[in-house]
């Protein structure tokens, strides 16, 4: 199947973020605090959110996901690393190696130099946080503990269960963190008018299905990556994904690349037990799921 809950397709959603440091991840900033949530589709509707903030302009690549992994996966205490995403034709690149034996630790890791500036997939939901926890500690370096992946914006301590991963809610004092519905809604879709309750259709700031143009030179805007019943694929293998802002002409109001197609992307809002919401659509995904 396309997707299932821990592993498959998923990109790190665009982390919200107060600051930057070392792996420098672009955000752009979400204003109109307080704008009126949509209620075309459901009551009380998504997409109001009292704040400002920030929100990644990118889905988080393999290149700064493989920077973390050498950062605190040196002993994969917490299974950071899914072996798909070297061995699946439609994985992100990133290979585990020896390394050269002198650290202490069992485990290296590289990527493809074709594959470092496209999204990291088979994440689970749990990797997402103790990602995010990593940059709000600063990224250290180190075994995975509370001081790099294990507390931060969130409280793990070991956390490896959906239970667990439940009772993991966003601190106060976060400075990186997993969006949450209102927050990831309203950066791809809100019209950015003010404290309006105007929202595009489409993360690409458009009412009509995004085309799949990647050639730069012609075309106009409001594309995604997405797959079209009857294919071709946008991307051929062995990429699926494209590079980080390949429709540079196809953001959303706010500023967001890929929010629509690409890989699907994880947010904070648990629907069930079994599931957290997922959103965005991806490239083997039809355009509806945008």
Not at 262 to 278: G, K, P, Q
Request: glycine residues 12%.
């Amino acid at each position: 199947t396309e997707v299932t809950l821990l592993s498959t397709f998923f990109a790190l959603a665009g982390l919200l973020a107060v600051t930057a440091s070392a792996v420098n991840i672009e955000t752009v900033p979400v204003g109109n605090p307080g704008n009126a949530a949509d209620t075309r589709h459901a009551i009380p509707g998504c997409g109001s959110v009292g704040y400002s903030y920030n929100i990644g302009k990118y889905e988080v690549t393999a290149g700064q996901y493989t920077a973390f992994l050498n950062a605190v996966a040196g002993v994969d205490t917490y299974g950071l690393y899914n072996t798909d995403m070297w061995s699946s034709i439609q994985g992100c690149k990133i290979e585990r190696w020896s390394g050269d034996g002198t650290s202490g630790n069992p485990y290296r890791y590289r990527v493809a130099s074709d594959y470092a500036n496209r999204p990291v997939n088979y994440v689970s939901w749990g990797d997402a946080v103790r990602f995010a926890n990593w940059l709000h500690n600063g990224q250290p370096s180190g075994t995975q503990d509370w001081s790099t992946t294990e507390d931060g914006a969130y409280y793990l301590n070991g956390a490896m269960t959906t239970a667990a991963w439940m009772a993991a809610t966003r601190k106060t004092d976060w400075k990186w963190a997993i969006p949450n519905r209102d927050e990831w809604y309203k950066a791809a879709y809100h019209k950015n008018d003010g404290v309006t309750g105007n929202y595009w259709d489409y993360p690409t700031s458009s009412d009509n299905v995004p085309g799949r143009d990647m050639t730069e030179a012609t075309n106009p805007g409001d594309n995604a990556n997405y797959y079209q019943n009857g294919g071709p694929y946008p991307i051929d293998p062995p990429y699926y994904t494209t590079i980080a802002g390949e429709f540079e002409l196809s953001q959303s109001p706010y500023g967001t690349l890929d929010q629509g197609g690409n890989l699907w992307e994880w947010n904070a809002s648990w629907v069930s037990f079994a599931s957290c919401e997922i959103w965005g659509g991806g490239f083997s995904s039809p355009s509806d799921y945008m």
